[in-house]
């Protein structure tokens, strides 16, 4: 009897061995094939993605197209700053827009590098024109001037820091100027100014009305009116607008260095509704005398302005 219940105590413990062994094996097996779906999901994840970024450059591509076939058959005005039709995708769509940014006022002509001694007489008529007080204006000129002592302010700051002095590359920069009111933000400037290379020149073909006016104290419909119609008869120089009869008594104090018919400085926006994601680039681009179109910087961002919104006015963007 005692052999007999050995026997099956043996097999008992044998048998708890093989379950235990089984359940091991089973939950290495669950295990493996979690992270198996794991990486698959990753992977489809990022191969996605990829396409979808893909996708934005190629739009990206389109845009850049378009500005060199501008550069040989210029564009109607109406052309810019509108969505492109849908492009359709497998599957999915991408929209995208080009905006010329030298139509707005540079803010880095207040910079001593860019020559533009009126510039603060400029700025100060565009924000009447505007409505707005502009109490970061005085802070600007001195984050400019060396001799202001704004570094002593802005070392007061926790943590401090040095202004650059140099031109602004990115509106976002105008958060320094008033550390303590983060308030300040770009879209203060938005629809009227945009920071550019101090040596930029204000494009007469897309130029905004009261850009135009704030050039000069006597600047006002006359000089406007007379520019509608350079454009209508085909503006191909400068001359085309200063020589006009209204314009003319006003040449001498308006630079036609200030001045182009060719744009330089753009901004693309392109959206693309990929599987179930949507992406958005916002890329800056300089074209140059060749017709030769660079990136110069690129935001994976959502686009500041919804194109499905009726009352889009095609203001500039937070840069």
Do not use: C
Not at 89 to 98: D, N, S, T
Not at 117 to 136: I, K, N, T
Not at 244 to 263: C, I, K, T
Not at 288 to 301: F, M, P, T, W
Request: hydrophobic residues 40%; charged residues 25%; negative net charge.
């Amino acid at each position: 009897m005692r052999a007999g219940a050995g026997r099956r105590l043996q097999q008992g413990v044998a048998l708890i061995q093989v379950l235990l062994v089984f359940a091991v094996l089973m939950a290495l097996a669950v295990h493996l094939t979690w992270r198996q779906q794991l990486t698959i999901s990753g992977t489809q994840h990022v191969l996605e993605s990829s396409q979808g970024y893909a996708w934005l450059h190629s739009v990206e591509a389109l845009g850049r197209a378009e500005l060199k076939r501008d550069h040989q058959t210029p564009l109607p005005a109406s052309a810019w700053g509108e969505w492109s039709d849908p492009f359709e995708l497998e599957p999915g769509e991408a929209v995208f827009r080009v905006r010329p940014l030298d139509g707005y006022y540079n803010l880095n002509w207040l910079h001593d590098s860019s020559g533009v001694s009126a510039a603060p007489a400029q700025v100060q008529r565009l924000l009447s024109d505007q409505g707005q007080e502009g109490a970061w204006l005085q802070r600007l000129a001195d984050w400019f001037d060396r001799d202001s002592g704004a570094e002593f302010e802005y070392r007061l700051v926790e943590p401090g820091y040095r202004p650059s002095f140099a031109s602004i590359a990115d509106a976002s920069e105008l958060r320094l100027l008033q550390p303590q009111q983060q308030t300040l933000a770009p879209l203060e400037i938005e629809g009227w100014a945009v920071f550019l290379p101090a040596q930029s020149r204000l494009n007469l073909q897309v130029v905004t009305e009261p850009v135009l006016r704030a050039l000069h104290p006597d600047m006002g419909e006359p000089q406007w009116l007379a520019l509608e119609r350079a454009r209508e008869d085909g503006l191909d120089s400068v001359d085309d607008w200063l020589t006009r009869e209204d314009v003319e008594p006003l040449r001498e104090e308006l630079p036609a260095g200030w001045f182009s018919v060719r744009g330089e400085y753009f901004l693309l926006e392109a959206e693309v509704d990929y599987l179930d994601q949507t992406l958005h680039l916002t890329s800056w681009l300089r074209r140059d005398e060749d017709g030769a179109v660079q990136v110069i910087q690129r935001h994976y961002l959502p686009l500041a302005v919804d194109r499905a919104d009726p009352d889009d006015d095609n203001g500039t963007p937070d840069n």
